[in-house]
């Protein structure tokens, strides 16, 4: 049972314009939400996360946005650059001790010239 | 650089052996934990660690035991490996603010074939 969920694997998207990232989850226990970065061979780097009480954070290029009714967020980047081609995965955390995280499957960015 | 390594950075092995993979941090985080990357499935947490000796189990726990006797390291073993066992494995480490939650920082990670 996938509990989040990125239903796109991939997204291309032109320098200069707009990336926007999809995650949907299904646990109404979740209240906080984070979005990580990840290039090949190496460990997911950190981006940005939210928490519940809020519906949108930004940091630089990077905004989040979460709707709790929908039980969505998504991820904006602006405007994008061929360095954030990568694999993104988002992931929540709540229900629980721990602060364990639960992730997508990921969706693969690629920044096109 | 959340000051976290792991060792081996791969590694291959046969069915049925036992296989030990270390996590080590130099940032003094509480909480340590053990993750799999497996296409279609993302990041699947195996064990974590909330302190010295004090381990719980995650989503994927069979097959997998753990250690922690020092703040800095969090061992992984394979009892018997099995070729399900096959994966990319990232040791993440972080401190839970006083809301419980907290970024994780992830290693480099391991990579793991079980022939």
């Known amino acids: 049972d996938q509990q989040v969920k990125q239903n796109s694997p991939s997204l291309s998207v032109q320098e200069g314009r707009i990336s926007i990232l999809n995650c949907d989850y299904t646990n109404s226990m979740f209240d906080y939400f984070l979005w990580y970065k990840k290039y090949p061979a190496e460990g997911p780097t950190f981006l940005i996360s939210?928490?519940?009480?809020?519906d949108k954070n930004e940091d630089g290029r990077f905004t989040v946005f979460l709707n709790k009714s929908a039980k969505h967020l998504s991820l904006h980047i602006v405007p994008s650059q061929p360095g954030d081609s990568a694999v993104y995965f988002c992931a929540a955390a709540g229900g629980g001790g721990g602060n364990k995280l639960t992730f997508g499957t990921g969706t693969q960015l690629k920044v096109e010239l | 650089d959340a000051g976290i390594t792991q060792s081996p950075r791969h590694k291959v092995t046969e069915t049925g052996t036992p296989v030990t993979l270390r996590c080590h941090q130099t940032?003094?985080?509480?909480?340590m934990y053990w993750y799999r990357q497996d296409p279609g499935h993302g990041l699947r947490l195996i064990h974590y660690?909330?302190?010295?000796?004090?381990?719980d189990k995650g989503e994927v726990s069979d097959g997998y035991s753990v250690s922690r006797s020092k703040t800095e390291d969090f061992l992984l073993t394979l009892e018997s490996a099995t070729s399900s066992q096959t994966s990319v494995y990232f040791c993440?480490?972080?401190?839970?603010?006083?809301?419980?939650?907290?970024?994780?920082?992830f290693g480099p990670g391991t990579r793991l074939t079980v022939l």
């Open positions: 993440a480490i972080g401190t839970p603010d006083p809301s419980g939650y907290n970024e994780q920082f």
């Open positions: 940032e003094n985080h509480r909480y």
């Open positions: 939210i928490s519940s009480i809020k």
């Open positions: 660690s909330y302190g010295v000796k004090d381990t």
